[in-house]
């Protein structure tokens, strides 16, 4: 029978983030799943998980597949091309976001592209049912014909991970800066009820990523999966990603705090109205504060997600995110600059108008500036977002942390000690990651001055 094997390649070594990402993503996970209760013998491997990188000899199979996000794009056609040296006869496959919308770069590198879902395909492809070249996958409908993930195929995937999994695919949305719609589409495919409980009454660990890009998007839909979720009567820990609309229904955030939702992931993306009107995100100033106070309300902690560098960005959108962050008490915050990746109308367009600073595709990772911001340089823009993130996680604030931990500790205060401490934990690794990004990207910083 034959083996194959799927892999996730790294990021660029300079995107030390990446190094703390140990969720695999899950295309080739149900992939595996797929052709593996289909007989074959089939392997996941993910280049972070595993901690270093693949050589020929990790590579025993007949087929292998590569799935690739824009910033993995050139570490997976390095790992296709290795393969293809060795064993010429020997078919490759590339799917994933950056195949789907660069099909004719990734065929450069592999006997099949598989565009979009391959759920349905799969099968087809594997046993030449299709002729070398691009296919065109179709969306699934039938969400519940996919089969749970089969972790045990990921190589290296420990027990004590966090478990990700995903209750639905597609966004109602159409932000201009993400791939999400294209790629999934705007209709919001759901699996039913019964399959998210029974895949939940199935997981052995608590701590559970719904990848969901809004989990919260079918509100009637959330309600009934939370009520189902409480009533397993199992101790879980999840982090999802949602919009601050779901602020607008508080008992459905109470319900998450008493599922077990301990922290979630807002896309804020800015605190310039006019920003998000240009992302065409639907949501204003006043949304975002309620959605922090509401999410505190239940204590959910709350990791803000921002954007800077759009056209309509200053310098002094820096200062001002900072100080709303700290001001409005979010908890964790990730700063990226504004990415143009292959599938979004902001591609397209800082292409057309040559703001691209290159198409080096494994700095397209929303750590690095790629393009010509409009009022400032990409230098600024690159400092800029560092000093953010040394801004909010200080080395003054994690003192100040500390003595008030110990403040809480001796008048026996432990409601307030423990979320300082997760605190704690998290400026210190804050902090870390971005002197460590500093010293990996010295080279680059340079580069783009230039």
């Known amino acids: ?32 799943t797929i052709l593996n209760k289909n007989g074959y013998v089939t392997e996941v491997i993910n280049e972070n998980i595993l901690g270093r990188d693949l050589t020929i000899k990790d590579l025993n199979c007949d087929i292998l597949c590569i799935s690739i996000i824009t910033s993995t794009a050139q570490r997976g056609y390095e790992i296709a091309d290795m393969f293809k040296e060795s064993y010429p006869e020997k078919t ?26 391959g759920e349905e395909r799969i099968l087809d492809i594997i046993e030449g049912r299709k002729e070398k070249g691009i296919i065109q996958c179709n969306r699934i409908e039938d969400m519940d014909s996919i089969p749970f993930p089969d972790f045990s195929l990921v190589k290296g995937f420990n027990k004590k991970f966090i478990q990700p999994v995903m209750f639905s695919r597609g966004c109602p949305f159409n932000c201009s800066f993400c791939t999400v719609t294209r790629m999934f589409g705007r209709r919001y495919r759901v699996h039913s009820d019964a399959y998210v409980l029974n895949l939940l009454k199935n997981i052995p660990n608590s701590d559970i990523f719904v990848y969901d890009d809004n989990f919260a998007a079918d509100i009637k839909r959330t309600d009934r999966i939370l009520d189902g979720i409480i009533a397993l009567n199992k101790k879980f820990e999840f982090s999802a990603q949602v919009r601050t609309d779901i602020a607008k229904h ?142 909010f996680y200080s080395y003054l604030e994690l003192i100040d942390d500390i003595l008030m931990t110990g403040f809480d500790f001796f008048f026996n205060l432990p409601s307030r000690i423990f979320p300082k401490i997760d605190r704690i934990k998290h400026r210190i690794m804050g902090r870390y990651i971005v002197n460590r990004w500093l010293s990996f990207n010295r080279e680059y910083l340079s580069r783009i001055k230039s």
């Open 1 to 32: 029978m034959k083996k194959i094997i799927f892999v996730e390649p790294r990021g660029a070594r300079s995107n030390v983030f990446a190094k703390y990402m140990m969720l695999p993503l899950l295309g080739p996970v149900y992939l595996a």
């Open 92 to 117: 490759i496959i590339i799917g994933g976001i950056h195949a789907s919308f660069m099909p004719e770069e990734s065929i450069q590198h592999a006997d099949y592209v598989a565009t979009f879902e």
């Open 250 to 391: 508080p008992h459905i955030v109470k319900k998450m705090s008493e599922a077990g939702f301990h922290r979630v992931y807002i896309g804020i993306e800015s605190i310039n109205e006019r920003s998000l009107k240009g992302f065409q995100k639907r949501q204003d100033i006043d949304d975002i504060k309620r959605a922090i106070n509401v999410f505190h309300k239940f204590d959910i902690k709350v990791h803000g997600m921002f954007i800077f560098g759009t056209d309509e960005d200053t310098p002094e959108i820096f200062d001002s995110t900072v100080g709303f962050c700290k001001d409005e008490g979010i908890d964790t915050v990730q700063y990226l600059a504004l990415t143009p990746l292959p599938g979004t109308p902001v591609f397209d367009e800082f292409r057309r108008e040559r703001r691209l600073l290159h198409e080096d595709w494994q700095y397209y990772d929303g750590q690095h500036v790629v393009f010509k911001p409009k009022n400032m340089t990409p230098e600024e823009l690159q400092r800029g977002i560092i000093d953010s993130y040394k801004s």
